[in-house]
C-alpha cells in the first residue's frame, strides 16, 4: 500500500451488548492496521455499555469515540448515524457481539486498494459459543471464489436467497 495509509472509520452500533462489547472493542483495537478510528453508537442501552466502552478507551491505543443516542433508534438508523459521523476514507460496520481477527481491517483496506472499482468487502465468519469454541463457520455463495470482485447482479440472487448472507 505504499506509506500512505486512508483513514479507516470503524463504526460499532450497539445495544445491550455489554457482555460482549469489551472483547469486541479491544479487538478492534488490536488491529494490525495503523489508521483506524473507532466509532461506537449506543443506541440508548439500559446496560454498562457505557462503562465498558470507557473502560476500554482508557487504555485504547486507538481513538475511540462514544456516542450515545439519547432515545433508541432502532438497528439501521443507528447504524446510519454512525456513518453519517465517519470522516474515514473507508467506512466498516462493525458488530458490537463480534471478534476481529487482528489483521482483517488491514486486508480489506489492501483489497480495497488494489481493486479501486469495489465498492465494498465482506469477510466469512465463524460463529462461537461462550468458551469461544468454533460452532460453526459461514461459507461462500454457490460458485464463489475468496478475493474475488463480484458483481452486485451477481450477489442479488444469494442475498435475497441466504437472508441477507453471502
Not at 465517519?86 to 489483521?103: F, L, Q, R
Request: glycine content about 6%.
Amino acid at each position: 500500500m505504499g506509506s500512505y495509509l486512508p483513514l479507516v472509520s470503524v463504526c460499532v452500533p450497539t445495544y445491550n451488548d455489554g457482555p460482549f462489547l469489551r472483547q469486541c472493542l479491544e479487538s478492534l483495537a488490536a488491529q494490525s492496521y495503523a489508521n483506524l478510528e473507532i466509532l461506537v453508537g449506543d443506541d440508548a442501552s439500559s446496560d454498562d455499555t457505557p462503562a465498558v466502552v470507557q473502560a476500554v478507551a482508557e487504555t485504547s491505543r486507538r481513538p475511540i469515540c462514544y456516542v450515545r443516542n439519547e432515545r433508541n433508534l432502532g438497528q439501521f438508523e443507528n447504524v446510519n448515524a454512525l456513518v453519517a459521523r465517519a470522516p474515514g476514507t473507508y467506512v466498516a460496520v462493525y458488530h458490537s457481539d463480534d471478534v476481529y481477527t487482528p489483521h482483517i481491517v488491514e486486508k480489506e483496506v489492501a483489497f480495497l486498494e488494489a481493486h479501486p472499482h469495489v465498492g465494498a468487502v465482506f469477510a466469512l465468519d465463524w460463529r462461537i459459543d461462550d468458551a469461544g469454541q468454533i460452532t460453526g463457520r459461514t461459507r461462500l455463495m454457490p460458485g464463489g471464489k475468496p478475493n474475488t470482485p463480484l458483481r452486485l447482479r451477481d450477489v442479488l440472487p444469494s442475498l435475497l436467497g441466504q437472508k441477507n448472507r453471502i
